[in-house]
């Protein structure tokens, strides 16, 4: 099929009332859930996995990126009312958006949050169109040896998601590889930690250890802690955006969104440190620097532009290569798989209408962004009405139901309790959850690679050095975990010199 | 006493990975006895992770003890802190682990929306919310509408327990 082919088929995928219809209730959850703080983009993902199944592929896979990049936005709504980001990626924002917001200018901060946050995003998009057909041909040259090494690259991006412990994230990551062994050994086909259990015979799902982990510690937390008060949510007050001022900060919308682009596209590193570059650059180029954190607009402008440059750029290493850029898109393939899409670039070869139908929602998504984040600035007051008390508890029924509704097993709902309290347990030894999950995703990829180079080279470890490509990524991986080392000696000179 | 904790954990994480090699691998991992090629064999995987484990684990434990040797503070445990939270988190979190086991038993017997009301309406009790009839009527509304979705729209079939079915 040519190009036009793909095109033809993929758009009469879109324009379906069902699928535009996915992505606009995507859109909708992603910028509630981001502006409720508590929630965050990545839980909003997780709950909404299991909705999916009932789906079509497209329809299901809109639907989640709905929800992210909504999501990511949202996030900004509470960074500028009430100084609380909804989602990590907004931390930026509060720098100059809640002083804009105590001046009376919230409404402004908004305005811009959401028309720098939709530009960044449609450039986000377009790199993603432009750049993933060239990667996704380049790897189909990857055989087992050079999936492996990518992998093992890819699995660097725990470094990423680590937070403040690498070594801790590194433990989690270990535990992560070890539960995906859980289930039927993939070549001998012997049963591996299952303890002669059926239930366990299939491995541990996905979703359920996905909710597990990421939504019960917090409901879990919330519990012990039944804290309500979030603050004063400040008004929007009668200051709105001109075109004059986007057109002015035009320069720094794009110049975020660039950043966001590159560093979306490299995995592990997500969309939190993309906005505080951008808000940096931006500080540093600005006319106004000494404004910057006192209410400085253009500081808003590049802070969400960067947060939201990310969001189509991470899906780039998803299809062209099959691998995460973070743990957003982790999940994400996780939805493919439900489906029974495995991305990568064979899907170029299989499923390209699809892929090419995921090109034009995205497109899409960034002027739904632009419709629902309007009407989302004025009805946050109403979002963060919601009691944490209530809200709570009852995320914890969605969860049972929705996790249930994977298999229809009881197992899974005690299953996802276990998970949940081992996640609360690692969030209070302070083990970041997102290295577990990378490394629960990405360790049979990682296995299978390895054992299919086994079974091509009778045992010999040389396959895996076989080709420049596999070279690159050992190279990579090296200079990674050199910086990785470096970068934690330097620090804990630095908190010995100090302390 | 808080950077004992990362000790300690280095110390759980390395006696785990220990008791992976020595216990766990043996007794949960079965290897077909033709295996020529050790590194394709079902043990291979599992061990390297363990080993890998009791590395990690010892590094945690060395670097937490120089951390307190130096006198550094480890993670502080996120949800203790300001004196904004109800009094009572050492009995609140055993409560609703065992809210949560007798939820799941009691699935097969009252049905998953009618446990769900009950286990609803007892997190509220637990978190001794301000809002008692806006939580009432979503102690029942939220699984209600949890049960028409999944059941009626998704076609997921809901267990409903014997003592009262849901159209």
Not at chain 1, 401 to 426: E, I, K, T
């Amino acid at each position: 099929m040519s190009f036009l082919d793909h095109a033809g088929s993929a758009l009469a995928l879109v324009a379906q009332w069902s699928s535009l219809l996915s992505l606009a209730i995507g859109v909708v959850v992603g910028v509630i859930a981001g502006a409720i703080p508590g929630m965050s983009a990545t839980m909003a993902v997780a709950l909404t996995l299991p909705f999916t199944f009932s789906l079509q592929p497209i329809q299901g896979i809109l639907l989640l990126l709905g929800v992210y990049k909504g999501g990511i936005f949202g996030g900004s709504i509470p960074a500028i009312l009430i100084k609380t980001p909804g989602t990590p990626a907004s931390s930026a924002t509060v720098l100059d958006g809640y002083p804009m917001a105590e001046q009376g200018k919230a409404g402004k901060a908004l305005s811009m949050a959401l028309f720098a946050s939709c530009t960044a995003d449609m450039i986000s998009n377009l790199s993603l169109i432009l750049f993933t057909g060239w990667l996704a041909s380049f790897a189909l040259s990857f055989g087992p040896p050079e999936f492996f090494t990518l992998i093992l690259f890819s699995l660097t991006i725990i470094a990423g998601v680590s937070g403040d412990s690498l070594l801790k994230g590194a433990i989690g990551a270990g535990l992560g590889l070890l539960l995906a062994t859980v289930g039927l050994d993939l070549v001998y086909g012997t049963n591996r930690f299952t303890f002669d259990d059926p239930n366990l015979m299939g491995g541990l799902n996905f979703i359920v250890v996905l909710i597990g982990l990421f939504a019960l510690p917090e409901i879990i937390a919330f519990v012990r802690r039944p804290v309500e008060d979030l603050g004063t949510v400040r008004a929007l007050g009668d200051q709105h955006l001109s075109f004059a001022e986007y057109r002015q900060n035009f320069r720094t919308i794009i110049r975020g969104s660039v950043i966001g682009v590159v560093l979306g596209a490299i995995p592990g590193i997500g969309a939190a440190p993309a906005a505080f570059l951008s808000y940096s650059e931006a500080r540093r180029k600005s006319k106004n620097r000494a404004n910057f954190g006192k209410g400085e607009l253009e500081g808003v402008a590049a802070s969400e532009a960067g947060n939201n440059g990310v969001c189509g750029a991470t899906l780039i290493p998803l299809l062209a290569l099959g691998v995460p850029g973070d743990v957003i898109t982790a999940i994400i393939i996780g939805a493919f798989m439900i489906h029974g899409l495995q991305p990568g670039p064979a899907m170029f070869a299989a499923n390209a209408n699809i892929i090419y139908a995921l090109f034009i929602g995205l497109i899409a998504s960034s002027l739904l962004l632009l419709a629902v984040g309007s009407v989302a600035i004025r009805g946050f007051r109403y979002v963060a009405d919601v009691p944490r008390s209530l809200l709570f508890p009852s995320v914890l029924v969605l969860c049972i139901f929705g996790v249930y509704a994977v298999n229809n097993s009881l197992f899974d709902v005690a299953l996802m309790f276990v998970m949940g309290w081992f996640g609360y347990l690692l969030r209070v030894i302070a083990v970041p959850a997102a290295p577990f999950l990378v490394a629960y995703i990405l360790g049979p990829l990682l296995e299978d690679n390895f054992r299919q180079s086994m079974l091509m080279s009778q045992g010999s470890m040389g396959i895996l050095f076989r080709s420049p490509i596999t070279w690159f990524f050992w190279g990579v991986t090296v200079l990674t975990l050199g910086a990785l080392a470096r970068s934690a000696i330097r620090a804990r000179r630095s908190s010995i010199a100090g302390g | 006493m808080r950077l004992n904790r990362d000790i300690l954990f280095g110390g759980a994480v390395t006696l785990f990975g220990v008791s992976l090699l020595v216990f766990l691998i043996p007794l949960g991992v079965a290897s077909p006895s033709n295996v020529r090629v050790p590194v394709l064999s079902p043990l291979f995987w599992p061990r390297i992770i363990a080993w890998t484990l009791i590395g990690l684990g010892l590094v945690q434990v060395v670097q937490a003890a120089l951390a307190q040797r130096a006198g550094r503070t480890g993670a502080a445990d996120p949800d203790t802190g300001d004196g904004a939270a109800l009094p009572g988190a050492w009995w609140r979190l055993p409560a609703s682990a065992v809210l949560m086991a007798l939820y799941w038993v009691a699935i097969p017997r009252l049905g998953m929306p009618i446990a769900s009301v009950l286990l609803l309406a007892l997190l509220f009790l637990l978190v001794r919310t301000r809002y008692r009839l806006i939580a009432l009527a979503t102690a029942i509304l939220v699984p209600l509408v949890m049960f028409g979705f999944f059941d009626h729209v998704a076609g997921v079939p809901i267990p409903q327990g014997h003592l009262l079915r849901l159209p």
